[in-house]
């Protein structure tokens, strides 16, 4: 049977992240960044009800602090020198089948050569031998976040990231859909356009799509008429619809600046499902409310957890971002 990733909604066995470890990347946002990934651990683990983390840390000091801020959390410490926190980027993709689990690894260049960390090739290896998951190595890039699955095959992805050059030179659609279908036995793909503004992952598709149940896609949609991604939302909708998938709306964030007045891309479509919650990242939006309500009663087997993903989102992303499932066996 061939393997795949299952649905996130599935069972997990753990929850793999990583802890904020360099002053020199995060600044000033340090401490908030650890604080709210200390916020999200807890939220997964929820009081011994939820799942396990396994949680990496990039030096001496950084667990230190993370076993004092996550004392008494159903919390396993690991460390290795990673460069950033973005593990479902840099983690392995865990795959399972009727023959049992394995994960795949791919080639990681730093979003297109932006960010070219020490350690970040070594975190994918590293993480699946700590589970006690055998590797498959596959020699093309791919980011776990350009991708986001239902369980039966089906992927959605974007064709600004997928097929742009400074991932794999010259790729193209049907070489890439075949790539897919090789390496993670997804044989159908619904292509969106492009990501949000000045994502510098150039359009992860989880911060614009998520399946929410098989064939039922979840999309942001524009509340404000200044909200820079509303043509985005629309072509994604159009294509959703061409495609004859179910589709659900929720709010978007809207225009969100940084201190210089630059648009950042916050999504709450950056929400991470545990066993027990739907965790969705929150900026300060006059629609936060609102999205972590929608968003909640999509799952309503889980408890809706609207937290703070300010300090983090300085960082490039949000809570799936950094997390990466272990489904369980």
């Not at 909604?9 to 802890?19: E, G, K």
């Not at 990347?25 to 939820?50: C, F, K, N, S, Y």
């Not at 260049?109 to 590293?126: C, F, H, I, S, T």
Request: charged share 25%; net charge negative; hydrophobic share 40%.
């Amino acid at each position: 049977m061939t393997a795949r990733q299952p649905a996130e909604w599935l069972p997990h066995t753990a929850t793999w992240t990583a802890w904020p470890s360099h002053p020199e990347l995060w600044e000033e946002d340090l401490d908030p960044a650890r604080e709210q990934v200390a916020a999200l651990v807890r939220a997964i683990t929820d009081g011994g009800a939820g799942e396990k983390v396994e949680l990496l840390c990039a030096n001496e000091d950084a667990e230190a602090n993370a076993r004092e801020m996550l004392a008494g959390e159903n919390v396993g410490f690991h460390r290795v020198g990673f460069g950033d926190i973005w593990l479902r980027d840099t983690g392995p993709i865990f795959l399972t089948s009727e023959l049992g689990q394995v994960t795949a690894g791919f080639r990681f260049n730093g979003w297109g050569g932006k960010y070219v960390l020490e350690g970040d090739d070594r975190v994918a290896p590293q993480v699946a031998a700590w589970a006690g998951v055998p590797i498959s190595r596959h020699d093309w890039v791919l980011e776990g976040g350009a991708i986001d699955v239902d369980g039966t095959g089906l992927v959605v992805t974007t064709e600004q990231c997928l097929l742009n050059p400074n991932r794999n030179r010259g790729i193209t659609r049907e070489e890439a859909e075949a790539k897919l279908r090789r390496d993670l036995g997804l044989d159908r793909v619904l292509w969106l356009g492009d990501g949000l503004a000045n994502d510098h992952t150039d359009g992860h598709v989880d911060n614009l799509a998520r399946f929410i149940a098989e064939g039922v896609l979840v999309l942001p949609e524009a509340s404000d008429a200044d909200d820079p991604n509303r043509d985005v939302f629309r072509d994604a909708l159009e294509r959703a619809r061409e495609a004859r998938l179910e589709v659900v709306t929720v709010p978007s964030v809207g225009r969100l600046e940084n201190e210089d007045g630059d648009i950042v891309p916050a999504s709450y479509m950056n929400f991470y499902l545990s066993n027990t919650a739907v965790v969705v990242p929150t900026y300060g939006s006059r629609h936060d409310d609102s999205a972590v309500e929608a968003i909640g009663k999509l799952f309503p087997g889980r408890r809706a957890v609207g937290l703070p993903a300010n300090a983090i989102l300085t960082g490039g992303g949000s809570f799936h971002c950094i997390t990466q499932q272990q489904p369980a066996a």
